[in-house]
């Protein structure tokens, strides 16, 4: 039987879930280093409940970014940047991929769903929809062929991370020991954010 772990604010996770919930929330952060503004996205790599590697959408190490200079735009798509499945993919050892899971942010592209599945990826977990992904319409003919369990999640990001800071403030946590708690607030943004 799993063990459930209690949460006052939310209904009890078991170990399995509350994996699934860090290290999502790994990824998500880690999209924040993503160097295209287009879409800054990221991608985890698990396998046998442990996360193996990341990688972030960005320019070939040494090149310039799409942040820095502009994007290089082709058919409506930013060519500039590697995308963070192919980055997650080299940051990886071959050996943690092969039966792994995939944590993406956003839709991956079909060439990118194709690598990871070159590489063994059993499973592809993404959060959120990105309307511009090339061959997002093949994505689950290729997940049917290559027998690749294919799950997209809507998350609402203000409860998602309200309920990890919440976890972080139960007795022997960060937040706990610090004696204080975190709230997140949800706030429109400004046009001139977006």
């Known amino acids: 039987m799993k063990k459930k772990l209690l949460n006052s604010r939310h209904?009890?996770?078991?170990?399995?879930?509350?994996?699934f919930k860090i290290f999502l929330?790994?990824?998500a952060l880690h999209s924040a280093l993503g160097t295209c503004d287009r879409l800054r996205t990221a991608c985890g790599i698990i396998n046998n409940k442990r996360l193996r590697g990341f990688g972030y959408n960005g320019s070939v190490s040494g090149l310039e970014h799409c942040?820095?200079?502009?994007?290089l735009l082709d058919n409506n798509h930013c060519i500039r940047t590697r995308h963070?499945?192919?980055n997650a993919i080299t940051n990886t050892?071959?050996?943690d991929i092969q039966?792994?899971?995939a944590i993406v942010i956003a839709t991956p592209c079909l060439d990118c769903a194709k690598d990871l599945a070159q590489e063994g990826i059993r499973r592809i977990d993404y959060v959120g929809k990105y309307d511009n992904s090339l061959g997002k319409d093949h994505l689950s003919m290729l997940a049917k062929q290559k027998n690749i369990e294919l799950h997209s999640h809507d998350i609402d990001w203000a409860d998602f991370f309200?309920?990890?800071?919440?976890?972080?403030t139960r007795k022997g946590g960060i937040l706990a020991n610090a004696g204080y708690r975190l709230n997140v607030k949800k706030e429109p943004l400004k046009k001139e954010v977006l």
Do not use: A, I, N
């Open 25 to 27: 929330g790994s990824v």
């Open 99 to 101: 039966g792994g899971q």
């Open 162 to 168: 309200q309920e990890l800071f919440d976890l972080l």
């Open 11 to 19: 209904k009890p996770l078991s170990r399995d879930d509350l994996r």
């Open 93 to 95: 050892d071959r050996k």
């Open 84 to 86: 963070g499945e192919v």
């Open 67 to 71: 942040d820095e200079v502009g994007h």
